[in-house]
Structures are given as structure tokens and as C-alpha cells.
């Protein structure tokens, strides 16, 4: 007989796969993308992927066993896994890193360590503590317990000492035991008795018989309202039953007693209902948009990317619903991409109308057991069979018999249009005829932590390939790579400069703040220009939006006598000035104190609050506009899953007039009564220290713009500035793309910057400074060796500290297409000796590519 062996692939930031022997027993169960139960290390289990199945002994002895297998069917597909080895080969990143990014935790299942009574025990109990003595009683009673049972039993959280003191007198033994966190939801299930569904006279004759005594009133209802509420598939919710029927449990029970009814358990989607039927008949498109259409279509033929240049306003979105609706009609998935998750809301209600069930939404706010939920649904599209797991040992699963079978109907949805930001690139498509970056210039598609740091625009490009599915790149102001890939031939290019409904672009003024600030023409941090216009828009009863990308009330508390402000003791960074909450707060670590009376420095109390943020803008709105609804967009007022969601809707159905915000506010949302756009501390995006912030600036303050008077209204855009002649706010105001686009690519050509050539950035982090800087000199000047004249540092980053960690960085610039993979290779090479070196051990190195 043969041995067989498989290669796993395991969630851990570990630069190989590892290879498991397979028992005789499992040999025909264990299939290619499943998961299966390994040993790792010393005791940890672990369910990683089989990549692949041979009868290559190792060399190396003592190949561990394969422990159980956990799914029947595969999870991941195989081009899935074509992107995760182009993702960890271009991002100079571990394929298990990967892994850990792409599945969703409820699928990651993890060890779990069990407390068992040693079996040579004697119950020799004198030399046990007290805390000793409490576990051995709780494991007379019970055949294990967990890590985390024990510190309830005892009352202390380190518990380790304890275990530690027991194992060695031989009074426990520890295991591991693999858990699965994924349990699926149940509900019950009210069905009509297979006696009453087949004889529907049986069943009038029983509703006379009820309604005949007062006694069985409850019960009649009860079943007049199961017989209005059910649907084709013969089965209402309970919890449903008894709203609408008012009536009792127990009234219930007695026809399922009385087998009248019956009630079934089944698996519940966590997911929130999706309209059934389409709302919309047909996607109309204006004669510019038809062009715009026919031009993708034809440019497809030859370019796999196609790039469209439209201006805001112009109806991007009902181009990318006609070319879904084309593709879906093939049978085909479509990937919509969108930058934030603030996004989704709007956008998945105007699919929803048209494409009806077929719509998903993923994201990293849903759950983790909705988004296995979602994962399988993206599965099983084009595919008869279920994703399953057999719970085998102690791992529990979904089986395919009861995600198909015993399952509420909804269950069995499959996505065909997926809508979600980076995360969603890396579910399991199978048959992606469509991928669509919306936004595509936005910075939001970059990950910067954890690894892989990639970016989702780029690996999307990647993923048509892998599909054969072309890729459509959207924007009204396209990231300075897309538009050098188009001058240099490699993508296609349509333009679509007239607004949708023929709306006017908004007029945008610039307001000089010194000068109004001299004349007394400010109120607090608004001009009386601004405000002007903004009274005279509610006056009109159309909206208004307040840009400004700083959140919280004040930047930082300064103490005017000894010249210092309150720092983070974590990161070297001032406290922000939280006004609702009382607090001086940090946004890196969120280290926060209560904001002192005098001055922690000098215990003076002359101190002020300087700058503002979104907060302080709100505060100073409600006093000079009582009388109007005001709200806020950031990142303290939309942790929870449906705040955006919320505020947004609110702001569409004109029940609020004013939304202050931070970037949330630029990106793609559509409004049809706003009129009115301020831009506050437009100098904070100008002057930030990084060769992307002119473009980056200019993208932020036209996409803001481009949410004014996108239909009938009129609409202004206010820009405060203390630099007017900028010469971004020139190319704002005449919205000259082309413009920006030739000044900033000569500046990058002339000094070897993206996307002219390619950059990488290494950062090392430790919490000793002086190791930090040993290390930094120490790998750079290797790296200078490899590559003479393309290395920049080592220096410290604007902020030089973060979390405790000292960072210190070093950029290498390569000459584009010129022996690129050679030279990651060598890169590679040059970082994995310096971790080898025993004094350097400890400092994290972490590789960005393309930054």
C-alpha cells in the first residue's frame, strides 16, 4: 500500500509549507483545499490547507501524522490560491501571512489547551495549595477542563504557575484539543402537517372544529395567521407566528401536540434580508454614458484594464450596473470594489434594486460567523456542491447536509455580485467574469498593517488575469500609476466629462484666512463667506457638507508659560482634545487622560486648546445654526456595524442638514440636495511631508467638491486656505487633471519617485533605541552594497515612535521593469541573513512594497 504525504499550509507568518504524513484510513477522505488537524510545535494543533498530495518521502525522520480532516469539500479555490502566491511573492510576505488575511476567523480554527487528572494519580492530596486543591476537586467531577475554566475555578488570571506546579506532581496532564469557533445559527421552523398539506379539506374541517369553541379561539388564530404568513416552501419563523398571531407558547404547542403543526429546527442565515425581486426593470443610459458603455466594451477587446476617466456626477455607477448586468446574464460573478465601508450603504441599496438577491456585501464590520456565511455563498456559486464540514473529534462544523437540506431557504442565496472593500478581493471566486475598482486613486485600497501590505487596485489587476476577466478602473481623479499606465500603453482609456442630466459642475471659491482673519471676517474657524452661504442654503432647504480631516475637538492642549503640551507616555505624539468625553486622547495607540486643570509640566493654568477637529466644528454649527439637524461623520461616531449606514441614510432622506466629516465624506457618495461644500485647513493636506501629498490633496478637494450640486441644485465648494496661490487649489479650481498630472509626473521622473519608478520601504521596530539604530546602520549598509545608489537612509519617520516601538526606515528605489524579481529575491536573501544574526533577533522588520 502506499504512503502518502500532503504539504500544509498553515495561518503563521512562516516562510514555508510544511509536509504530514497521511494514515491509511484518511487516505481516500482528504482532499486538495480542505482543511485538515496537524500537530505543530511541541503540543499546538492547527488547521491548515492541503496544497498538495504525493509519495515523496522527506528526508527528514519522524514525519508527523495528519490528526483528522475537518472539511469534505474544499474551502479555497484554486485560483484563490494562485493570488496568494503572487501576493506573497510581490509584497515580500509569507504565503501563511496571507492565509491568515484571506479566510475568515471563523474558519481559522484554533488549539485550545484541556486540564486532565493525571491517570496515576492516587488522590494523595496533602502536598496540593489551596488553589491546587480547587482544580483537582473540579476534575474529580468532570473528565477535562479548559485553560480559561480553570481561572474561573481558582479566581487569577495567571494560572500557568498553578498548572505548572501540577504537572510536575504529577496530579494533571495538559492536551490539546482543536476548536472550531464557527457554530451555525438555528431557528425554529412552523410547518403544516404533511396530513393537512396533502388534504386541504381535512384542514378547512379542522378550522371549523376550532372556531366552533371558545376554548381552541387562541388556537384558530394561531393558525389563520400561520395560513397568511407562509410561503411556497410551506414554513414560517416561530418567533414570526406569535407576533403576528398574538397568541401564547403554549397555544402552539398544542397543535404540534395535536400534529397539526410541526416545528423543525434549521440553520438561520446571520445575514440581513436582501430584496427578493428587482425594484428596477432596466438600466437606462444617456446617450454620453451609451458611448462611454460601447467604448469599455470595444477597448476590452484589447486591454484587460480599462481605465474611466469620468468627473463627478457623471454616472459612473449606472455604466458599471450595465456591464454587471451583461456578465451576470453569462452566469458569471462580478467583484465591485469600493475604498470604505462607508461606501457600501449607498451603493448596495441601488443594486439591490436591480440585481435583487444576487448582491453580497463583505466587509471587515460584519462578524466573523457572517462572514463564513459569505465566504460559502461566493463558494458555492456554479456549484452543486456545499462547502461541509464533518465534525469529526472536536471539530464542529455546518455539514453540507444541513447548509442545503434542513436550512432556511435564504441560506441557499448564491452571491454573483459581490460589493466590498480590499477584503473582498480575496474570497473564493470561481468564475469572475467582471472585476470594477471604484474609487480606484483612493489610498484606503493600500493595507499597511498586517502583512500583506497590499494594494487591493493592483492584486485586482492580478486576479482578472488570473479569471480572464477584464478589470474597469472608475475615478473622477485617477491615481497618478493608473494614468502612467495609460500614457504607457498599457491600459485603455475612456473619458466622460459631462455631468449626468447635463447638472453643472459646482463654482469653488478660495478663501484667503489671514486676510479674512485681519478683517475680522471669521467666526471662530469659519469664514462669514462660508457661513453666508451656508444660511442662505438651509434658507433653501438644501444641504451642506463641512470637510475637515482631523477628528476629535482640539488638536492639543499647550501650555502658554512653559511652552509644552501633553505627549502620549506610548508614541511621540500629542493628545488630541476629546470635548464629549472629557479626554486628552492618542489616535495611534488610544492612550487617553483625564485633561488636567493646570499643566502636568509646570502647574501652570494658563493653557489653551489649539486647532480644531471634526468635534469643535460640530459645537461651533449648533450655535450658529440652531435651529438646523447636524451631524457627524468619523471614526468616533460610526464604530458600530450600522452607524454609517445611519448617518448616511439620514443625510440622503434630508433629515439632517449639515454633515461634518472627515475623508468619509469625499469618497463617491451621492446627495442630490447638496449645494454648499466647505473645505476647512485645506494647508494640513498641502503641506503634509510626502511626495504623494500634492496629488493626494488634489484628489481629496475635487472629490469633496464633486458632492455639490450634483442634480438640479446649483452648488458652490468654499475652500479655506492660508496659502490661496497654491498650485494645487489652481488645478482644483479649473479641475485640470491633465494639468496636475504632467506637473507632478516630471517632479517624479526628476527624482526617481512612483510610479516613474518603483519604491520599497523597510521599517525596523524595537523598543530599545539604541538597538533599533545598531540594526538600521547595520542591514542598510548591506543593502547599499546590493544596490549602489538606491538606498535612502537609515532615518527616523516623522513620528518616532509608536506603541513603544522605535521605527527607523530605509527606502530602496528600483528602475522600473529592470530585473524587479531578481532583486526582491536579493532583497529577500539580504533580510533573512540579518535575522539570523543572534543580537538582532528581536527587531521586527517589515517590508512595504510599492508605499
Not at 467574469?433 to 480606484?440: A, Q, S, T
Not at 479569471?467 to 481623479?477: Q, R
Not at 509608536?802 to 521593469?817: T, V
Request: hydrophobic letters at 40%.
Amino acid at each position: 500500500m502506499l504512503t502518502h504525504f500532503v504539504n500544509i499550509l498553515l495561518p503563521l507568518p512562516l516562510p514555508t509549507i510544511f509536509t504530514y504524513r497521511v494514515p491509511y484510513n484518511l487516505d481516500n477522505q482528504i482532499q486538495i483545499g480542505a482543511r485538515v488537524v496537524v500537530h505543530f510545535g511541541k503540543n499546538k494543533l492547527y488547521a491548515g490547507l492541503v496544497m498538495l498530495m504525493h509519495t515523496d518521502a522527506p528526508s527528514f525522520p519522524n514525519v508527523k501524522y495528519v490528526i483528522d480532516i475537518v472539511d469534505t469539500a474544499p474551502i479555497v479555490t484554486e485560483k484563490q490560491v494562485e493570488l496568494w502566491d503572487w501576493l506573497a511573492d510581490y509584497y515580500l510576505c509569507h504565503k501563511g501571512e496571507v492565509m491568515a488575511a484571506a479566510m475568515p476567523s471563523g474558519l481559522k480554527l484554533a488549539g485550545e489547551t484541556l486540564i486532565m487528572l493525571h491517570p496515576n494519580f492516587d488522590g494523595e492530596i496533602s502536598t496540593l495549595t489551596e488553589r491546587e486543591l480547587k482544580i483537582t476537586e473540579a476534575l474529580s467531577y468532570r473528565q477535562h477542563i479548559t485553560v480559561a475554566e480553570m481561572q474561573k475555578i481558582v479566581g487569577i488570571q495567571k494560572i500557568f504557575p498553578v498548572i505548572k506546579s501540577l504537572v510536575e506532581k504529577k496530579v494533571i496532564l495538559t492536551t490539546e484539543e482543536i476548536k472550531n469557533p464557527y457554530r451555525a445559527k438555528k431557528e425554529s421552523y412552523i410547518f403544516l402537517h404533511d396530513d393537512y398539506l396533502s388534504d386541504e379539506s381535512a384542514l378547512f374541517e379542522l378550522l371549523d372544529r376550532l372556531s366552533a369553541s371558545k376554548k381552541t379561539e387562541k388556537q384558530t388564530q394561531l393558525l389563520l395567521a400561520f395560513l397568511m404568513l407562509k410561503k411556497a416552501e410551506n414554513s414560517v419563523k416561530r418567533a414570526e407566528l406569535l407576533k403576528k398571531s398574538e397568541c401564547s407558547l403554549s397555544s402552539l404547542q398544542t397543535l404540534i401536540n395535536n400534529n397539526v403543526l410541526v416545528q423543525k429546527e434549521l440553520q438561520s442565515s446571520r445575514l440581513r434580508d436582501v430584496f427578493s425581486v428587482s425594484e428596477i426593470s432596466e438600466i437606462k443610459l444617456s446617450q454620453v454614458q451609451q458611448q462611454s458603455f460601447l467604448q469599455i466594451k470595444e477597448l476590452f477587446k484589447h486591454f484587460s484594464v480599462v481605465l474611466l476617466h469620468g468627473i463627478t456626477g457623471c454616472g459612473k455607477t449606472e455604466i458599471y450596473m450595465k456591464m454587471i448586468d451583461e456578465v451576470l446574464a453569462q452566469g458569471k460573478q462580478v467583484l465591485y470594489l469600493l475604498p470604505e465601508i462607508a461606501l457600501t450603504s449607498q451603493i448596495v441599496n441601488r443594486l439591490q434594486k436591480y440585481f435583487g438577491k444576487r448582491v453580497g456585501v463583505y466587509h471587515s464590520r460584519f462578524n466573523e460567523f457572517e462572514r463564513v456565511e459569505i465566504w460559502n455563498r461566493v463558494l458555492q456559486h456554479n456549484d452543486s456542491s456545499v462547502y461541509g464540514s464533518s465534525a469529526r473529534g472536536s471539530a464542529e462544523a455546518c455539514s453540507a447536509e444541513a447548509c442545503s437540506a434542513e436550512a432556511e431557504p435564504q441560506l441557499n442565496y448564491r452571491y454573483s455580485l459581490i460589493l466590498g472593500a480590499r477584503s473582498a478581493l480575496l474570497l473564493p471566486y470561481k468564475n469572475l467574469g467582471l472585476i470594477i475598482v471604484d474609487e480606484e486613486h483612493d489610498a484606503s485600497y493600500k493595507q499597511n498593517d498586517p502583512a500583506p501590505r497590499y494594494n487591493a487596485r493592483d492584486a485586482a489587476v492580478m486576479l482578472g488575469k488570473l479569471h480572464h476577466a477584464p478589470v474597469l478602473l472608475g475615478t473622477a481623479t485617477p491615481s497618478l500609476e493608473t494614468y502612467y499606465n495609460v500614457k504607457q500603453g498599457k491600459y485603455g482609456l475612456v473619458e466622460l466629462f459631462q455631468r449626468y442630466a447635463d447638472s453643472q459642475l459646482p463654482e469653488i471659491w478660495i478663501e484667503n484666512v489671514p486676510e479674512a482673519r485681519r478683517q475680522k471676517k471669521m467666526e471662530g474657524d469659519l469664514s462669514h463667506f462660508l457661513i453666508d452661504n451656508m444660511r442662505a442654503a438651509l434658507e433653501r432647504k438644501e444641504q451642506v457638507i463641512l470637510f475637515q480631516n482631523r477628528r476629535g475637538y482640539a488638536v492639543r492642549m499647550y501650555c502658554n508659560t512653559c511652552q509644552t503640551m501633553p505627549h502620549c507616555i506610548h508614541c511621540d505624539v500629542t493628545l488630541t482634545y476629546h470635548k464629549k468625553s472629557n479626554l486628552l486622547k492618542c489616535h495611534y495607540c488610544g492612550y487617553a487622560i483625564a485633561v488636567p486643570d493646570q499643566c502636568p509640566n509646570c502647574q501652570s493654568v494658563d493653557v489653551e486648546m489649539k486647532g480644531f477637529g471634526t468635534e469643535k466644528i460640530e459645537e461651533t454649527l449648533i450655535q450658529l445654526f440652531p435651529d438646523a439637524k447636524i451631524a457627524r461623520m468619523d471614526l468616533d461616531t460610526t464604530r458600530s456595524k450600522s452607524s454609517y449606514q445611519k448617518i448616511i441614510s439620514d443625510f440622503e432622506k434630508q433629515h439632517t442638514n449639515i454633515l461634518v466629516g472627515t475623508q468619509m465624506v469625499t469618497k463617491g457618495l451621492d446627495f442630490d440636495r447638496v449645494s454648499v461644500v466647505g473645505i476647512l485647513e485645506a494647508d494640513n493636506m498641502l503641506t503634509f511631508p510626502d511626495f504623494r501629498a500634492f496629488e493626494r490633496a488634489f484628489q481629496v478637494m475635487a472629490q469633496v467638491s464633486g458632492r455639490a450640486g450634483r442634480k438640479e441644485v446649483k452648488g458652490k465648494v468654499i475652500i479655506q486656505s492660508y496659502q490661496p496661490w497654491h498650485p494645487a487649489l489652481k488645478y482644483v479650481i479649473g479641475n485640470d487633471y491633465i494639468a496636475m498630472y504632467e506637473n507632478q509626473i516630471e517632479e517624479r521622473k526628476k527624482y526617481r519617485y512612483p510610479p516613474a519608478y518603483r519604491m520599497i520601504k523597510i521599517t525596523l521596530k524595537h523598543n530599545d533605541l539604541e538597538l533599533v539604530n545598531k540594526a538600521a546602520a547595520e542591514i542598510a549598509t548591506e543593502l547599499k552594497k546590493s544596490f549602489p545608489k538606491q538606498v535612502l537612509g537609515p532615518e527616523f519617520p516623522l513620528i518616532v515612535r509608536l506603541q513603544n516601538q522605535y521605527l527607523k526606515e530605509i527606502w530602496i528605489k528600483f528602475a522600473k521593469n529592470y530585473m524587479l524579481k531578481k532583486k526582491k529575491e536579493l532583497l529577500q536573501k539580504i533580510i533573512t541573513i540579518f535575522q539570523t544574526h543572534s543580537k538582532f533577533k528581536q527587531v521586527r522588520v517589515v517590508v512595504n512594497v510599492d508605499c
